[in-house]
């Protein structure tokens, strides 16, 4: 069974940095889609950030390109999410997810929010103005 833990959300103020880390585990995940997606209070749920494990191609929202930056750790078997110059915008609850590449998927349509299976509980970033 896959299991997803986020770690690191917190408080920080506009303009700061906040690392967020994934631990993956139950699988290998070398042909796995990794992702990060964020939902604010009153919103649906929006997709900030991806990564394929086997090949390491990311994409990225137009909201956070430029700011977030997504990297895995193989020996940790760790997604991670750099997220620096924080605006009040970003504050949101930010979960992990993955799912398994059976396709091979290419290019933005791999993170597509119904493709994930696998979902961790979310970690709260607030940042404040």
């Known amino acids: 069974q896959v299991q997803l833990v986020e770690s690191g959300g917190g408080l920080v103020q506009a303009g700061g940095s906040l690392r967020l880390s994934c631990a993956a585990s139950?699988?290998?995940?070398?042909?796995?889609?990794m992702g990060w997606f964020r939902q604010a209070p009153g919103k649906e749920r929006e997709f900030v950030a991806g990564?394929?494990?086997?090949?390491?191609?990311?994409y990225y929202a137009d909201a956070v390109k430029d700011r977030f930056t997504i990297s895995t750790d193989n020996a940790k078997n760790t997604v991670y999410l750099q997220m620096n110059s924080l605006k009040p915008e970003d504050t949101a609850v930010y979960s992990c997810?993955?799912?398994?590449?059976?396709?091979?998927?290419?290019?933005?349509?791999?993170?597509?929010?119904?493709?994930?299976?696998?979902w961790g509980q979310g970690t709260q970033v607030t940042v404040s103005s």
């Open positions: 990564i394929k494990w086997s090949g390491r191609s990311t």
């Open positions: 997810a993955a799912y398994r590449d059976y396709y091979f998927c290419s290019g933005y349509g791999c993170y597509d929010v119904g493709l994930f299976d696998y």
């Open positions: 139950g699988r290998a995940f070398n042909n796995y889609v």
